[in-house]
């Protein structure tokens, strides 16, 4: 404990019970500076901002991660058409929905295969306000219906699980 002096008193010195006071020379609250007023929502708007920013981010995540999942589907169930004799190219385009664009789809069929490559659009952004666009290409191959599966110059690569562990 500090003993006081006749001279820190007249010295202007300041002591415990004077520094506990705020400017008005009511008692500031316990733990906190007067420097420190308004901190906490200061802190709270920059808390809200990366919270946001994170859920922003993430959500852009899933949309990138959810066209990827439709381009592949769309690229599969075309080469499919193909591989049936299909119009492959509805196929594809009925699989796309709304929000996303068909930006290219093209297909080949060699060696007993109907491989079908598909690339999508998807825009990045928040409501009508976009960002930037991202373009995903997928492609998927099928055995050619009529063919045996070893017919042609290479073996038909298929979409589906072979069951093999490698």
């Given at each position: 404990m500090t003993s006081h002096t006749p001279e820190s008193r007249t010295t202007g010195?300041?002591?415990p019970a004077a520094d506990a006071l705020d400017d008005g020379g009511t008692p500031a609250p316990r733990g906190r500076t007067v420097g420190e007023r308004g901190q906490a929502a200061v802190e709270l708007v920059g808390?809200?901002?990366v919270v946001l920013l994170v859920a922003l981010l993430s959500i852009q995540g899933i949309t990138v991660a959810q066209t990827a999942s439709i381009t592949q589907?769309?690229?599969r169930n075309g080469a499919?058409?193909?591989s049936q004799g299909d119009d492959?190219?509805?196929v594809v385009e009925n699989q796309i929905p709304d929000g996303l664009e068909l930006e290219e789809a093209e297909s080949v069929t060699e060696g007993g295969t109907a491989r079908v490559r598909v690339t999508v659009s998807a825009p990045l952004g928040l409501g009508e306000m976009t960002v930037t666009d991202v373009s995903l290409t997928r492609s998927a191959d099928f055995p050619l219906d009529g063919l045996p599966d070893g017919a042609g110059d290479e073996p038909a690569p298929t979409d589906e699980p072979t069951?093999?562990?490698t």
């Open positions: 010195a300041i002591t808390v809200v901002f589907e769309a690229a499919r058409a193909l492959w190219h509805a069951g093999e562990d």
